[in-house]
């Protein structure tokens, strides 16, 4: 298996992940790790032009070497619709709402398949893939990680937060928050009624820890991009590109702003990662509907590049 001034989104609240199904025991699985080696032959050393011919016809390291999770979604031909508690290689589906959540084969950037979710005008919720037990990118809790992804936005209707990838577990000892669960999300914040690219935290503290950063990039539709995302919980970093660029969003340490009690400058705590996912998911209606496809997700403890 080969295997993101003011808010209009004032007030901004439970933009967290509300879906109460984060925290279920998982059965373990086997996550699709691929362990690629190859032998170096002794002897001669060639010549100094077979050697550069050589290199440049090697191309890119393989993303899928070692603990690397990689899901392209195209070990599941017999699988459509997706369901509420659904398992399938990796993945566990939380899905709420009528809305599509399915694995289908109108748009997709290797193979034929793709992760589809849609939510109507209106609607919230929508579709997620969570990690289902143990696999071993994260076996031992990593507090650092790397991922990327295609996706590709069709109707870009909006809401006040919806997310499209997050990494979550017990916030990092040592911090006043140790122990309660800590996500990290890749998601859009409105703003002048559009998509912009935003990262939030989320600690189900008392109250809750719902921090914010906005980019001033707006998610474009009609055409597939490739997200590239780093946490690190320990120096509490996160960055977000689009096709190999520089970073567009950074947090350091806080963000933008919080919502309700928890002061503007509130450290971002972040998780002992123990799970992570893809989808879409809104907290809020939306003024429109939305419809994203999801393809070639790659999460390491290294950097990965875009194809």
């Known amino acids: 298996m080969r295997i993101l001034a003011a808010l209009l989104l004032l007030p901004l609240i439970a933009c967290g992940d509300d879906d109460g ?3 279920d025991a998982a059965v373990a699985t086997d ?31 393989d993303p899928c070497a070692g603990d690397a999770l990689c899901e392209d979604f195209e070990s599941y031909a017999d699988r459509t619709a997706v369901g509420d508690g659904d398992r399938f290689g990796p993945w566990r589906a939380v899905h709420r709402g009528g809305g599509a959540f399915d694995l289908d084969e109108t748009r997709a950037v290797s193979g034929s398949h793709s992760l589809h979710v849609r939510i109507g005008d209106g609607d919230r919720e929508g579709g997620r893939l969570f990690t289902d037990g143990d696999i071993p990118i994260l076996a031992g809790g990593p507090t650092e990680l790397h991922g990327r992804m295609m996706m590709y936005v069709g109707d870009n209707g909006h809401s006040v937060h919806w997310t499209w990838a997050g990494v979550l577990g017990p916030t990092m000892d040592g911090t006043p928050v140790a122990g309660l669960r800590s996500t990290y999300l890749f998601s859009s914040l409105r703003q002048d009624d559009a998509n912009q690219f935003s990262s939030v935290v989320y600690i189900n503290s008392d109250p ?54 928890v002061a503007n400058d509130s450290p971002w705590y972040g998780p002992v990662i123990d799970q992570l996912y893809v989808g879409t998911w809104s907290f809020h209606p939306m003024t429109g509907p939305l419809e994203v496809w999801i393809d070639d997700v790659v999460v390491d403890t290294e950097p990965v590049a875009c194809p």
Not at 238 to 257: C, H, K, N, W
């Open 31 to 61: 996550a699709g790790r691929r362990d690629m080696s190859a032998d170096a032959d002794g002897g001669e050393e060639p010549d100094a032009a077979v050697t550069e011919d050589a290199g440049s016809d090697l191309g890119a390291p």
């Open 208 to 261: 809750a820890q719902d921090c914010w950063n906005r980019s001033d990039t707006p998610i474009p539709s009609g055409e597939w991009m490739c997200l590239q995302w780093s946490v690190d919980s320990e120096g509490r970093h996160i960055e977000v590109s689009r096709d190999g660029a520089s970073p567009f969003l950074v947090v350091d340490e806080t963000g933008q702003g919080c919502v309700g009690d």
């Open 21 to 23: 199904t984060d925290t």
